[in-house]
């Protein structure tokens, strides 16, 4: 998605590779580079939609974005827990938003009580979206096997329609992940229930996103450490390329007139094994393309 439509192309952006192969494909170390390589970007899991996984499965895709992108629409107030106000977030008297040793920046929210806990949000999931993802991450710095936390998706009731993740939390962070896409068009609560038997340490809780997007639910997704993919994709052409870390393991020059200029479709290659700079190996898709998903 070279030329999105609107404002901010950067963070409209998006490449996206598909691993065709029979074995998966770990691109830890990876880089995505525009216009030459000295514009390099190191691929990261994504820092905020992302579950940590650098690793595209046999036949999977990968989507790539910018770091501060609008591919995904974040529909969690304060998941970060960054912000002061943390009013949104309706929990028990135990939750308090410290500093020092969270997943990202500087934030995070901890409980240091002993016995169960609760924290949760109501969201409403927009419809016309590919894809909803629920994740978050959670750590516990008391002994393992004393913890116990439980993500649900609840209707506004309080019923639990959905578990996304129950048990032991973890010595170290660690995101779990969950599909709530069929919860479209309907308000939601996302709630944990948490509990310690013992007096020590603390349960942890950051990073919290429940983000909809035109990408679809499988895809593994992926960032940049900046603002933008290399050195932005320019609207009249340009080249863009994948390497291992020292070899291009492939690259495409593309240009305007090959479509997805401006217009709401990408650039999608019809034939992963065909050439790469050949214009009738690629065409220009529907609305907001396809990606993560077969062309």
Known sequence: MYNPPGSSDAKKEWVEIHNFSDSFLDVAGWTVWTGAPGYADLLISHPQFGDGSMIIPAGGYAVITA??????????????????????????????????????GSRKLESTATGATWVYQNITVPSGFNSCLFLFWEKTTAPVAQTQITATIRNLSNQILATGYSGQMSSNWTCHTMNITAYAGRTIRI????????????????????????????????GVGDNKIGNGLINTGDTVAITDGNTIVDSVTYDDTWGGDGDGTSLERIDPQGPSNDQSNWTSEPQNGTPGSAN
Do not use: M
């Not at 944990?192 to 429940?210: C, E, I, R």
């Open 67 to 104: 770091k501060n992108t609008d591919v995904y629409t974040e529909l969690v107030t304060n998941g970060d827990f960054e912000a002061t106000n943390i009013s949104l977030w309706l929990r028990h008297s135990s939750w308090t938003r410290t500093t020092g040793g969270a997943h990202g």
């Open 191 to 222: 709630y944990f229930a948490a509990n310690k038997t013992t007096s020590q340490g603390s349960l942890l809780l950051d990073d919290v996103s429940v983000a909809s997007s035109y990408v679809n639910i499988n895809a593994v997704r992926l």
